[in-house]
């Protein structure tokens, strides 16, 4: 289990804004006020969460119930590790049932009853490895993954597309059947096309966009249900 500090999680009031710092862009000084308005942020600091991502996995399990304990799960694109955190504290791998594997292209800080390991799913020979590393089929398969973004929003869909489509043929070779897939995708008239991509393998396949998600993100996640292998 994560351990986390005791006391009430702070709130959006509970944070000082920054003060403005000389060498700072506009841009970097307007994502440091966000940062810190964003209750989400303090929440996860105050949890012991390394993002407010694990936010974000939170809302997605407790709407359709994908981590059980005991259960098989391969996080990708994983750093700085709080989906990894949220699935360790759901599924208990510390109880000898389960596993946890934290898949990303940099080295992921360790968390404790996690497996990480060091692939980049740009390649097509780590997405055709990782099935035979893992040694056995994972019950749900999530992938966080996302591009360095290019400030042209069309241009960072298309790098999310294909990072989703990486995780599609993980799922495809990894999971048990009844298994489950989640992924990032953006908001830009073309993700029905990734859901239809999916749908035929699936027995449902939905589109969630958890309160975690900042409005004013084009971030969506679609969710898959019930693989049939």
Known sequence: MVE????????????KK?????????????????????????????????????????EIDDK????????????????????????????????G?????????????????????????????????LPATLGAPVDVVLSDMAPATSGHRSTDALRLETLAEAALAVAHAALRPGGAFVAKLMRNGREMDFVKTVQPSFAQARMFKPKA??????????????FKG
Do not use: C
């Open 97 to 129: 049932k389960g596993a946890v594997y934290a898949v990303d292209q940099v080295e992921l800080t360790p968390i404790a009853g996690a497996e990480a390991m060091v692939l980049d799913m740009n390649q097509n020979e780590s997405i055709d490895s």
């Open 4 to 15: 986390k500090p005791r006391g009430r999680a702070r709130t959006a009031g509970d944070v």
């Open 213 to 226: 998600s900042r409005q004013e993100s084009a971030e969506i996640y679609l969710v898959a249900t019930g």
């Open 64 to 95: 359709f119930h994908l981590l059980r304990k005991g259960a098989r799960i391969l996080d990708l694109g994983a750093a700085p590790g709080g989906w990894t955190q949220v699935a360790v504290e759901r599924i208990e791998p510390q109880l």
């Open 18 to 58: 920054p003060k403005p710092r000389a060498g700072r862009s506009t841009s970097s000084q307007k994502w440091l006020q966000r940062q810190f308005r964003d209750p989400f942020v303090a929440d996860a600091k105050a949890q012991g969460y390394r993002s407010r991502a694990a936010f974000k996995l939170i």
